[in-house]
T-cell receptor, first 111, second 113 residues
Framework: SQELEQSPQSLIVQEGKNLTINCTSS?????LYWYKQKYGEGLIFLMM?????EEKSHEKITAKLDEKKQQSSLHITASQPSHAGIYLC???????????FGKGTRLSVIA | DAGVTQSPTHLIKTRGQQVTLRCSPK?????VSWYQQALGQGPQFIFQ???????QRGNFPDRFSGHQFPNYSSELNVNALLLGDSALYLC????????????FGPGTRLTVL
C-alpha cells in the first residue's frame, strides 16, 4: 500500500467555493511539504509543516499538520482560477531525506 | 537569485540511446536530488548528491547514474533508454546545514520513442 495517500484524486469546484485536500501518512512524519504543480511543469513550494498541530497560511491557502504528525490538510478559501493545478504533498520521514510524494490532487476551478 | 535551473527543457530520444540532464542548484544550496515523475503520478526519488558523492539512492536501476561537480551543479545520465523512461525529470536543491526545505526546478520532459 502507498506510504502517503492523497484525497481526493481530483476536484472540480466553482469559483469562490472553499475546498480541502487531505494527505495521510502510514508513518509519523518528520516534515510535510505542500507543492503546487501546473501540468508538466516544476513544483512550486507552498508550505512546510514540522510540528504537531502546526498551521500555516499564505494568502488564501492554509495547511495544518495534526498532533500525531500523520495527517495534513490543505484548505483553500474562496477559490480562484489561479488556484487550478495539481497539489502534491511530500513527506520527509527523518530530516533532510528524499521526499516521498503522494499521487497528487488535480484541482479545477470553474467560473 | 535564479533558483534551481534545469536543461534542456524538452528532449526526444529513441530506445537504446543515452541522455544527460543538467541541474544548477539554488544559490547557497549544496545538495541536489533527482526525481522522476511519470504522467499522473507523484515524483519518485532517484538519488541525491552531496559533496560530489551519491548520498542516497531510490529504487532505480544502474542505468541511472549521476554526478555532482565542485560548483554543486549536477548531471543525471540514463543509459539504454526504455520507453518507460519517458517522464518529467525534476531536480531539487537543499542545504545540508540550513534546513530541510527543498526547492524544485522546472523539470526536463524526456520522451523516448
Amino acid at each position: 500500500s502507498q506510504e502517503l495517500e492523497q484525497s481526493p484524486q481530483s476536484l472540480i469546484v466553482q469559483e469562490g467555493k472553499n475546498l480541502t485536500i487531505n494527505c495521510t501518512s502510514s508513518k509519523t512524519l518528520y516534515g510535510l511539504y505542500w507543492y503546487k504543480q501546473k501540468y508538466g511543469e516544476g513544483l512550486i513550494f507552498l508550505m512546510m509543516l514540522q510540528k504537531g498541530g502546526e498551521e500555516k497560511s499564505h494568502e488564501k491557502i492554509t495547511a495544518k499538520l495534526d498532533e500525531k504528525k500523520q495527517q495534513s490538510s490543505l484548505h483553500i478559501t474562496a477559490s480562484q482560477p489561479s488556484h487550478a493545478g495539481i497539489y502534491l504533498c511530500g513527506a520527509d520521514y527523518s530530516g533532510n531525506t528524499p521526499l516521498v510524494f503522494g499521487k497528487g490532487t488535480r484541482l479545477s476551478v470553474i467560473a | 537569485d535564479a533558483g534551481v535551473t534545469q536543461s534542456p527543457t524538452h528532449l526526444i530520444k529513441t530506445r537504446g540511446q543515452q541522455v544527460t540532464l543538467r541541474c544548477s542548484p539554488k544559490s547557497g544550496h549544496d545538495t541536489v536530488s533527482w526525481y522522476q515523475q511519470a504522467l499522473g503520478q507523484g515524483p519518485q526519488f532517484i538519488f541525491q548528491y552531496y559533496e560530489e558523492e551519491e548520498r542516497q539512492r531510490g529504487n532505480f536501476p544502474d542505468r541511472f547514474s549521476g554526478h555532482q561537480f565542485p560548483n554543486y551543479s549536477s548531471e543525471l545520465n540514463v543509459n539504454a533508454l526504455l520507453l518507460g523512461d519517458s517522464a518529467l525529470y525534476l531536480c531539487a536543491s537543499s542545504s545540508i546545514n540550513s534546513g530541510i526545505e527543498q526547492f524544485f526546478g522546472p523539470g526536463t520532459r524526456l520522451t523516448v520513442l
